[in-house]
């Protein structure tokens, strides 16, 4: 873990020794000549040293976990490049503060020099000091670390032992006792025994401990005898292609009767022809157990003769690049228990002395509250099931035993290879996927990571790399994908368009990770106040789930993050010292505190890249808000805050600024939400991606076109005479994939005929439209590209369907007050990919029709206030994917009363 301390301190020296910081650090003060060049060399010496000890702690935590002196020396190593991240971010700050106002704002501020040139001196003595502790640092790793070994074939790792362990495990479990498989099981059955003739590749994947080998074996039991020769090898995270062959020579020769084979000194090529010989023309079954990379099998792959025999390669994972190894008909997920049958298998295991294995009553709410805390997860299940079996059985103990469930899981030997399972998937990420893995353990329980705010935050953590013209947010999905694809994280839901809209975390995997994250003084959660309280070294500080004031008195001086969820506290001391004294803040996220100001102080915290102030009290921003000069994300939306001080120009770096004001929250009417007022100096700021959103007046959709790499636009209040200025606005925003417009009222029309953007994704023009506008380029063209669209109070008079069907990639269409004819028919071929229709407010509408053979994806109707609809839509039984129509506020609708109605193939809801 102290290679991601590290990793932090390296990008923070990085900047400092970019050539921008460091002409003007030695040009700007003439005395700061004479210091800023041994500053400088140590600053480089220190980068040096950290790079090339990454190395080595990448291979001493892999490889000796429970080393005690290791374990010591990397704490202090971890301590020193937290120490040294904090200098140099001040120093970069310092310097960066005499740019901040160009020449002129530095001669007015020259009587400051002195006070200058003291931080300055201060900052290269406290580097110059540590990179004496990092001298220090070498000297003892020489003098009382045991020599690492360079890892090898020969030397078994922390994966090796493990994963064999597991493949043991999963050839002795007896039958009686497998739960909740039969389905998976039959599935793979079918799978090894379909009727095609070439060799096929069957994978099975899913999060460590969720039961891949145990299945995998189950099966292999069974069906090995159908084939003519069969071999189970575990692949380890140090294979080689010599090693895997090598053992499935070994495994075929060990069942087959006659068959000797001494592989031990065979060279890669008579390894590849011994095999190729042994397979010949049989029928053979070869199992590759935990694959973690799919070279793996590609490095074997040609050795893998294809007789024609119908043979078959099971590989299981935990990684979804590897199991895409097989054809998506052949790729076996495998998810955690239902409630059911996880709480059959821990009355297995925990009350296995008891008639049936029935859980005595008095112990029932604390064994279910036990049972849900291993997630659906088999191995979590098993291990804790049996360590409660050796427990007393009353109630006390037990609610004893849920309290202590999380030290139990870090301290109790019996829980081990439940732990190192788990943790081999942690030890084997990528070094720049830890620490966004172990951010997410800083929300709640169960908390449903919204996708968006979890990029913004990992980027303003600086966690993400740059890389190539990749924008930090699209790195940031891919690491995100990457903790997917890795079962790390979970998938909750996902939006129209198949991306993921939120994430949870598996709940033992989470509290790993909270240990890991005490452990490694990566942060705290301070839940109803069960969790150790902050200290002076605390980095990040998450506080949740309080609904009285937390009093502090500790200073936390190194604190980088401070999250508030779900909390309901007015003020607290602890808030205020952080603005106070918390120099260091990087994060600060108080969304849905009821407070009401900000302090003036906050223009203190110079590294402040992520300030969240979403459905807060706060009114008004104070003037110091333009001293933090690294903002990146600026978020009060739905606070109470209608206009930015003239400051906030000053803010180059910002990328994000919410600021959506809500005015009607049941959205039955055009002007249900408002933006924020913007001084004219704001649209010069290079890095915006997203304004959500804005009040419209002439200056606005006049200099609107300055903000070239917007991706995320909404824009209210918009009026007829603007429409023509802010077309040419927009057609400069190359990037924009995200477009809401709103008209200033009900009978402003929008004339948007000239705009067309050619990366647009999702469209909502809420305000009147021109029956023309509907054949103009940005249906015609952009339509392409257009998946989510919103019209509200179009006031059409003509059915719009036939022109919105060129947008034949939507996934999601809403109509809202948007036509006034009678009739809607939705024509054969049209809307192909639409996933959800929403109709509302249409009050002249009589008749919805859908012929044979439209929207072919549909799943969900919406249909809100269509007071003259009362027959359920035409033809609706042609629409053979729909599951749901919900409808709102249509007392006569149908006949159907208010409930749950099934229809034909889908269920009709009435509210």
């Given at each position: 873990m102290a290679e991601t301390a590290i990793l932090a301190a390296l990008k923070v020296l990085g900047a400092a020794l970019a050539e921008e910081v460091t002409s003007l650090a030695s040009s700007k003060i003439s005395k700061l000549r004479s210091i800023y060049p041994n500053l400088k060399l140590n600053m480089n010496n220190i980068s040096t040293e950290f790079h090339v000890m990454q190395g080595f702690l990448n291979g001493i935590e892999t490889e000796h976990p429970s080393n005690e002196s290791q374990?010591?020396?990397?704490?202090?190593?971890?301590?020193?490049?937290?120490?040294?991240?904090?200098?140099?971010?001040?120093?970069?700050?310092?310097?960066?503060?005499?740019?901040?106002?160009?020449?002129?704002?530095?001669?007015?501020?020259?009587?400051?020099?002195?006070?200058?040139?003291?931080?300055?001196?201060?900052i290269a003595s406290e580097v110059h000091e540590a990179e004496q502790r990092l001298q220090y640092l070498a000297r003892v790793k020489e003098r009382w670390l045991p020599t690492i070994e360079i890892k090898n074939e020969k030397n078994s790792n922390f994966s090796n032992k493990y994963s064999h362990n597991v493949a043991v495990y999963a050839h002795l479990v007896d039958e009686d006792h497998l739960v909740g498989i039969t389905e998976d099981r039959e599935k793979l059955t079918k799978l090894l025994n379909f009727g095609e003739q070439q060799l096929s590749v069957v994978s099975v994947w899913g999060m460590g401990g969720v039961g891949k080998t145990t299945l995998v074996t189950n099966v292999f039991k069974r069906e090995r005898k159908n084939f003519d020769r069969?071999?189970?090898?575990?692949?380890?995270?140090?294979?080689?292609?010599?090693?895997?062959?090598?053992?499935?020579?070994?495994?075929?020769?060990?069942d087959e009767k006659g068959v000797t084979i001494d592989a031990t000194n065979m060279d890669v090529l008579r390894l590849n022809t011994t095999l190729q010989n042994l397979l010949g023309e049989h029928k053979y079954l070869i199992v590759l157990d935990d694959m973690w990379d799919p070279k793996a099998f590609l490095d074997i792959r040609d050795t893998l003769v294809d007789n024609h025999r119908g043979s078959k390669i099971v590989i299981t994972s935990r990684m979804a690049e590897v199991a895409n190894l097989a054809p998506e008909n052949k790729r076996l997920e495998l998810k955690p228990f239902s409630e059911t049958y996880s709480w059959s298998l821990f009355c297995r295991k925990a009350f296995n002395h008891e008639k049936n294995h029935a859980c005595p009553p008095p112990l029932e709410e604390w064994a279910r509250k036990i049972a849900s805390k291993c997630g659906g997860l088999p191995l979590a299940i098993v291990s804790i099931g049996v360590m409660l079996s050796l427990f007393e059985k009353t109630e006390s103990k037990w609610r004893q035993l849920f309290d202590q469930l999380s030290w139990q899981l870090d301290n109790n030997p019996s829980l081990d290879p439940l732990k190192n399972i788990l943790m081999l998937s942690f030890k084997y990420l990528p070094k720049y996927l830890k620490n966004c893995f172990l951010y997410c353990c800083l929300f709640p329980e169960d908390f449903l990571l919204p996708r968006k705010k979890l990029l913004r935050l990992w980027i303003a953590e600086g966690f993400i790399e740059q890389k190539g013209r990749s924008t930090l947010e699209e790195v940031a999905e891919g690491y995100l994908m990457e903790l997917v694809n890795r079962c790390m994280l979970q998938v909750?839901?996902?939006?129209?368009?198949?991306?993921?809209?939120?994430?949870?975390?598996?709940?033992?995997?989470?509290?790993?990770?909270?240990s890991l994250c005490r452990k490694e003084n990566f942060g705290l959660l301070h839940e109803d106040n069960k969790s150790e309280n902050a200290d002076g070294s605390t980095r990040r500080l998450s506080i949740?789930?309080?609904?009285?004031?937390?009093?502090?008195?500790?200073?936390?001086?190194?604190?980088?993050?401070?999250?508030?969820?779900?909390?309901?506290?007015?003020?607290?001391?602890?808030?205020?010292?952080?603005?106070?004294?918390?120099?260091?803040?990087?994060?600060?996220?108080?969304?849905?505190?009821?407070?009401?100001?900000?302090?003036?102080?906050?223009?203190?915290l110079f590294n402040l890249h992520y300030l969240g102030l979403r459905k807060t009290k706060v009114k008004s921003l104070p003037k110091s808000i333009k001293k933090l000069q690294n903002l990146q994300t600026l978020d009060l939306a739905y606070s109470q805050i209608q206009t930015l001080p003239d400051g906030i120009a000053e803010l180059k770096k910002l990328r994000h600024l919410f600021a959506e004001v809500e005015v009607n929250p049941t959205y039955r009417s055009l002007r249900n939400?408002?933006?924020?007022?913007?001084?004219?100096?704001?649209?010069?700021?290079?890095?915006?991606?997203?304004?959500?959103?804005?009040?419209?007046?002439?200056?606005?959709?006049?200099?609107?076109?300055?903000?070239?790499?917007?991706?995320?636009?909404?824009?209210?209040?918009?009026?007829?005479?603007?429409?023509?200025?802010?077309?040419?606005s927009l057609s400069k925003m190359s990037f924009v994939s995200l477009l809401s417009i709103n008209a200033s009222d009900e009978e402003e029309i929008l004339q948007l005929e000239g705009l067309n953007l050619p990366q647009l994704q999702k469209l909502a023009l809420h305000g009147k439209l021109k029956e023309t506008m509907l054949e103009s380029p940005l249906f015609r063209i952009s339509g392409n590209s257009i998946q989510s669209l919103w019209l509200s109070w179009s006031q059409l008079q003509n059915d719009p369907l036939s022109s919105l069907?060129?947008?034949?990639?939507?996934?999601?269409?809403?109509?809202?007050?948007?036509?006034e004819g009678q009739r809607l028919i939705?024509?054969?071929?049209?809307?192909?990919?639409?996933?959800?229709?929403?109709?509302?407010?249409?009050?002249?509408?009589?008749?919805?029709?859908?012929?044979?053979?439209?929207?072919?994806?549909?799943?969900?109707?919406?249909?809100?206030?269509?007071?003259?609809?009362?027959?359920?839509?035409?033809?609706?039984?042609?629409?053979?994917?729909?599951?749901?129509?919900?409808?709102?506020?249509?007392?006569?609708?149908?006949g159907l009363s208010r409930g749950y109605h099934k229809l034909s193939h889908f269920t009709c809801v009435v509210r």
């Open positions: 374990v010591a020396w990397i704490k202090e190593v971890q301590k020193l490049a937290n120490d040294i991240e904090d200098i140099v971010a001040e120093f970069a700050y310092l310097i960066g503060n005499q740019k901040f106002g160009g020449i002129s704002f530095y001669l007015k501020k020259r009587f400051k020099e002195p006070k200058l040139l003291i931080a300055i001196n201060r069969h071999a189970w090898v575990s692949i380890s995270q140090s294979y080689t292609p010599e090693t895997i062959l090598r053992n499935i020579i070994s495994e075929i020769c060990r909750a839901t996902k939006n129209y368009f198949g991306r993921v809209k939120r994430c949870k975390m598996h709940d033992t995997l989470r509290e790993l990770a909270i949740i789930n309080l609904r009285e004031t937390v009093n502090h008195d500790v200073c936390l001086p190194k604190l980088r993050t401070f999250l508030s969820v779900d909390n309901d506290v007015p003020s607290s001391p602890l808030l205020s010292m952080i603005f106070d004294k918390s120099r260091y803040l990087t994060v600060l996220d108080l969304e849905g505190l009821p407070i009401e100001m900000v302090p003036n102080s906050i223009g203190d939400r408002t933006g924020i007022s913007l001084p004219k100096s704001m649209f010069y700021l290079k890095d915006l991606q997203t304004i959500q959103a804005l009040e419209s007046n002439s200056m606005v959709v006049r200099e609107l076109g300055n903000l070239t790499q917007l991706r995320s636009f909404r824009i209210r209040n918009v009026k007829e005479n603007h429409s023509v200025e802010l077309c040419k069907s060129h947008c034949r990639n939507l996934m999601l269409l809403t109509l809202k007050g948007a036509y939705f024509q054969e071929g049209w809307f192909p990919k639409l996933k959800r229709l929403d109709l509302d407010i249409m009050p002249n509408l009589i008749q919805v029709e859908m012929e044979q053979g439209t929207m072919a994806s549909l799943e969900e109707i919406w249909l809100w206030e269509l007071k003259k609809l009362v027959e359920v839509p035409k033809g609706i039984q042609h629409l053979v994917s729909l599951k749901w129509m919900i409808c709102t506020d249509m007392p006569e609708f149908g």
